[in-house]
């Protein structure tokens, strides 16, 4: 149980294009999502939390409008990269925490992200 | 969130038991410990997590001192497979839940 899926798992794609990133809970509803980015040999990096039904909290430094997060479903969170660039290029990870107190974060395998 | 200093790096030899020390001296009243691991390009993967009674399940074993200052993550018996960076967090339940990553320790498991 607790599966979460995230897709693509890679994508390569020209500077100013924008990309989305879907993150799905398959097994279980999760009220919050969130989004981290990691850069090569670094550790992960929270950019914003994302709640069913109401607008995303951005941690300090993460630009709202270049990453729009939507989180229209229990089971669904989106990150849109818009206008990308290449130093937008990363490795984009999701994680989801189901209903319930205690309950852990559940990660995806990630998106990696290469702007040309 | 408390704070949490682990190791750099470890390696431990195929078949043994792996223990992984933690380091939360500042941890709070109502923080859990919480242990992740990830295997290179992939997401983190949960092991485990405890408040303050040790805690076992099918992946590893989790010991937490009397005084909640330090932890130790034990895999029973290494394998190739657990070559990865281990994350300790020290999350409040009643918060944000955000996890906050440190740097981890990386285990190699030597065959």
């Known amino acids: 149980g607790a599966v979460v899926s995230q897709h693509p798992s890679w994508v390569i794609c020209k500077s100013g294009t924008s990309v989305k990133i879907e993150c799905r809970s398959l097994d279980f509803q999760a009220t919050t999502m969130f989004w981290y980015r990691q850069f090569p040999k670094q550790s992960l990096m929270l950019m914003a939390t994302?709640?069913?039904?109401?607008?995303?909290?951005?941690e300090q430094g993460v630009e709202k409008d270049k990453f729009l997060i939507n989180h229209a479903s229990l089971t669904l969170s989106t990150l849109t990269v818009t206008s990308a660039h290449p130093e937008d290029s990363s490795f984009y990870i999701c994680?989801?925490?189901?209903?319930?107190?205690?309950?852990?974060?559940?990660f995806g395998d990630g998106t990696r992200l290469s702007i040309l | 969130d408390a704070k949490t200093t682990q190791p750099t790096s470890m390696d431990c030899a195929e078949g043994r038991a792996a223990n992984l020390p933690c380091n939360h001296s500042?941890?709070?009243?109502?923080?859990?410990v919480y242990w992740y691991r990830q295997i290179h390009s992939q997401g983190p993967q949960y092991i485990i997590h405890g408040l303050k009674n040790n805690e076992t399940n099918e992946m590893a074993s989790l010991i937490i001192t009397e005084d909640r200052k330090s932890s130790t993550l034990i895999l029973p018996h290494a394998t190739l497979r657990d070559t990865a960076v281990y994350y300790c967090?020290?999350?409040?339940?009643?918060?944000?839940?955000?996890?906050?990553f440190g740097t981890g320790t990386r285990l190699t498991v030597i065959p």
């Open positions: 994302s709640n069913e039904g109401s607008k995303a909290t951005y």
């Open positions: 967090i020290a999350l409040d339940q009643t918060g944000a839940n955000n996890l906050f």
């Open positions: 500042t941890i709070s009243g109502n923080e859990y």
């Open positions: 994680s989801a925490r189901a209903l319930g107190p205690k309950k852990p974060q559940h």
